[in-house]
């Protein structure tokens, strides 16, 4: 977080200058992240392996309308679609490419 919080604000000229974006110098902090997790993995492995425990706080089972509302959320995503797409390219004329 801080290599973040150095390179968007107190240097952000030089990251639009280095990386060209500030996507890749996301990227490129995801990277370092990985590679710090794995050295880290490396010389300092835990003494015990992690295991998750059920505390049980939470109500694990499956819901049963899961199926009918995913059904019901894609249908309503394909409506959206259809209703912003412009459907006027799938004419004759789409189909005419034009010669070099």
Same mark, same amino acid.
């Given at each position: 977080?801080? #290599?973040? $919080? ?5 240097? @952000? ?17 995801? *990277?370092?992240?990985?590679? *710090?997790?794995?050295?880290? $993995?490396?010389?300092? @492995?835990? %003494?015990? @392996?992690?295991?998750?425990?059920? %505390? ?8 049963? +309308? ?6 019901? *959320?894609? *249908? #309503?995503?394909?409506?959206? +679609? ?5 459907? %006027?390219?799938?004419?004759? $004329?789409? $189909? ?5």
């Amino acid at each position: 977080m801080a #290599v973040i $919080a150095v390179g968007l604000f107190v240097f @952000p000229g030089w990251v639009k200058a280095v990386f060209g974006g500030q996507w890749h110098f996301f990227g490129v902090v995801f *990277l370092l992240l990985i590679g *710090l997790m794995m050295l880290v $993995a490396r010389f300092r @492995p835990r %003494s015990t @392996p992690w295991v998750h425990e059920d %505390s049980g706080e939470v109500n694990l089972k499956p819901w049963k +309308y899961v199926i009918p509302c995913g059904i019901a *959320l894609l *249908l #309503v995503v394909i409506c959206i +679609y259809a209703f912003f797409a412009d459907f %006027s390219v799938l004419g004759e $004329a789409a $189909a005419v490419v034009p010669e070099d």
